[in-house]
């Protein structure tokens, strides 16, 4: 990319980075979830077949949602999560953006069918992080339209920084998103995006999920990067 993607980011609050990871690190990681499944599906002696991962995935949560709910957790822990967020080709693009040491934290596979169980409100990445220089990443491992559930943005909502946050019930659970007067007349702009590409997006950005209206199920790939110089937990233990 001939623009300095760290320009890109403080100016329009994220970058879109087309064939980012190629189609054998995403199989990796397919393949890694579907053993995972397969060996969660003998638990619960299954001798069905199916056509797909999807299918076994809708399978083991009808069937056993704890077991599925446990497999999933599990998923984070794999190798093939880490050399995707290690990669080559993203340690240079993140080297260049941070010019200093970065930490790699919570890096997941996000996993959502049509039930649309977790859809966040729209929220800024900054709470609750290691460090205050932060920067998330959201790859599709299939491919996301407005469809099937994509990442929505307001480009450019980083520029007027930390918006104050509220609680919210959605389908019995509490979530933490911008208060609702500051989305009023709001925007958002929502990504067609293939399997490989990634959005690298500034904390301060405003953004949520969009629901998935089909039938399959949508595979994305979460991981966030935490500048050295942010990390308040090293600085105050120097003032202590």
């Known amino acids: ?4 993607i760290k320009n890109i980011i403080e100016t329009n609050g994220y970058v879109i980075l087309k064939k980012l990871f190629s189609k054998n690190e995403i199989n990796n990681i397919f393949k ?10 003998r638990l619960i002696k299954s001798s069905k077949k199916f056509e797909s991962l999807d299918k076994k995935y809708l399978y083991l949560e009808k069937k056993n949602k704890l077991l599925k709910s446990r497999s999933y957790d599990l998923s984070k822990y794999h190798p093939s999560i880490f050399q995707l967020a290690t990669s080559k080709k993203l340690n240079k693009i993140l080297k260049d953006y941070f010019n200093e040491e970065f930490f790699l934290d919570l890096p997941q596979i996000r996993v959502d069918d049509n039930k649309n169980s977790f859809m966040l409100p729209p929220h800024q990445e900054i709470f609750g992080q290691m460090s205050k220089k932060i920067i998330t990443l959201w790859a599709p491992l299939s491919n996301v339209s ?3 559930g994509t990442i929505g943005l307001i480009e450019k909502s980083h520029l007027d ?25 709001a925007k958002f702009k929502y990504l067609n995006l293939s399997s490989g590409d990634a959005v690298l997006f500034h904390p301060y950005l405003i953004h949520t999920s969009a629901k998935n209206f089909s039938k399959k199920v949508r595979w994305t790939f979460v991981a966030r990067y935490n500048g050295l110089s942010g990390i308040e937990y090293l600085k105050k233990a120097n003032s202590s």
């Open 1 to 4: 990319m001939k623009q300095n």
């Open 146 to 148: 407005i469809k099937n």
């Open 161 to 185: 920084g930390i918006k104050k946050h509220s609680f919210y019930k959605v389908k019995n659970k509490t979530y933490h998103g911008v208060d609702k007067k500051f989305l009023k007349n």
């Open 32 to 41: 890694s979830y579907e053993k995972n499944l397969d060996y969660c599906l």
